[in-house]
C-alpha cells in the first residue's frame, strides 16, 4: 500500500505546500501595501471618470443653454449676434460673452427683447 507521501494528486488550484498556504492566509507588508495601491489607483481611476463624466455633462448643458440663447438673438430678437466665447471658472461655473453687431447693441431691441421676457 502506498504512503501518504508517495500518492501523487493533480494539484491544478490546490495548495500543496504548508509554507504557500501561511503565506496566503497571512500577508506580509508587501503584500499589504501592493493591495493598498491597487486599491488607491482604482479609487483615483473611478473618481476621475466620475468627474469627467460630471464636467461633460455640465459642459453640453451649458453649450445647449448658450446655443439656444444665441439662436433667440439672431431669430426671434433679430439682433445681429456674431460670436459667443465660453470660458470654464471651474466644474459648476461658466461664462459666456456674446459679441453683437455694434448697430444692433445700440437698439431698442436689445433692451427690448431681454424687458418683455
Not at 49 to 78: H, M, P, R
Not at 90 to 117: C, E
Request: with cysteine; glycine share 4%.
Amino acid at each position: 500500500m502506498d504512503t501518504i507521501s508517495e500518492i501523487k494528486l493533480e494539484t491544478k488550484g490546490w495548495i500543496t505546500s504548508n509554507t504557500k498556504r501561511m503565506k496566503e492566509s497571512h500577508p506580509d507588508a508587501d503584500d499589504l501595501i501592493n493591495a493598498w495601491e491597487k486599491g488607491v489607483l482604482r479609487g483615483i481611476d473611478l473618481k476621475d471618470k466620475i468627474i469627467n463624466q460630471y464636467f461633460k455633462d455640465k459642459i453640453n448643458k451649458a453649450l445647449n443653454v448658450a446655443t439656444e440663447l444665441f439662436n433667440i438673438l439672431n431669430d426671434k430678437i433679430e439682433i445681429n449676434c456674431k460670436e459667443v466665447f465660453f470660458k470654464i471658472n471651474d466644474l459648476r461655473d461658466f461664462d459666456f460673452l456674446y459679441l453683437v453687431d455694434f448697430d444692433s447693441y445700440l437698439s431698442d431691441k436689445l433692451k427690448n427683447g431681454f424687458m418683455s421676457r
